[in-house]
């Protein structure tokens, strides 16, 4: 089993940067793919981007590609998301969750943080 935690969120102005952090806790977490996803109010939860094993291979959604980036450190047991030129619209719950296989799938991630809010203000 795999225990997340995440931190960083916060309130940012457009075209800030914030860098979100998930801690994890458990002896497998080198095996499990990585994933961040956001859900805003009255909408669905989406995925953002997710990182293999190694931290060699990445995957985003096309609304955060160029301005998001996702890398893990096993050593240390955490997966973060590096957030640049912020828009209002990216205002959520970002959410870190941990998957057996490589999918960028809600249903396919079986452990999930609390949550952390990020607001962007205009």
């Known amino acids: 089993q795999v225990q997340l935690v995440e931190s960083g969120g916060g309130l940012v102005q457009a075209g800030g940067s914030l860098r979100l952090t998930c801690a994890a806790s458990?002896?497998?977490?080198?095996?499990?793919?990585m994933g961040w996803f956001r859900q805003a109010p009255g909408k669905e939860r989406e995925f953002v981007a997710a990182?293999?094993?190694?931290?060699?291979?990445?995957s985003y959604a096309s609304s955060v590609k160029g301005r998001f980036t996702i890398s893990r450190d096993n050593a240390k047991m955490t997966a973060n998301l590096q957030m640049n030129s912020l828009k209002p619209e990216d205002t959520a719950v970002y959410y870190c969750?941990?998957?057996?296989?490589?999918?960028?799938?809600?249903?396919?991630?079986?452990?999930w943080g609390q949550g952390t809010q990020v607001t962007v203000s205009s």
């Open positions: 969750a941990a998957a057996t296989i490589w999918a960028t799938q809600t249903r396919a991630y079986d452990y």
């Open positions: 458990g002896r497998t977490f080198s095996r499990y793919v």
């Open positions: 990182v293999l094993w190694t931290g060699a291979t990445t």
